[in-house]
């Protein structure tokens, strides 16, 4: 699943936050306008049988910028393999 964000400011850092549950993980990558990834994807595990707010990346930053050129303007999430998930909500924030 692919959700844009090419709205962001010229500086600033995105947070994400998956509410899910079940077992495995989600991996979510950042693009570039290039349409190339942003440094490494982030893995959010499961919580098991109920649902629970995950924050991806120490305290839910996903990236950081200070140039227009590096800002993300999209956030991919796919399930890993053998992964049995139920995803309710995605939530990309900016942070202060």
Do not use: H
């Amino acid at each position: 699943m692919r959700i844009d964000v090419d709205a962001l400011p010229a500086s600033g850092q995105l947070g994400l936050m998956v509410r899910a549950r079940g077992v495995g993980y989600v991996v979510a990558a950042l693009r570039g306008a290039s349409g190339l990834p942003l440094g490494p994807p982030r893995q959010i595990a499961g919580p098991g049988a109920s649902f629970a707010d995950l924050l991806a990346g120490d305290s839910g930053v996903t990236s950081a910028w200070t140039q227009d050129r590096d800002r993300p303007v999209a956030i991919e999430l796919a399930v890993g393999a053998n992964a049995q998930l139920e995803i309710d909500c995605v939530v990309p924030f900016l942070l202060p």
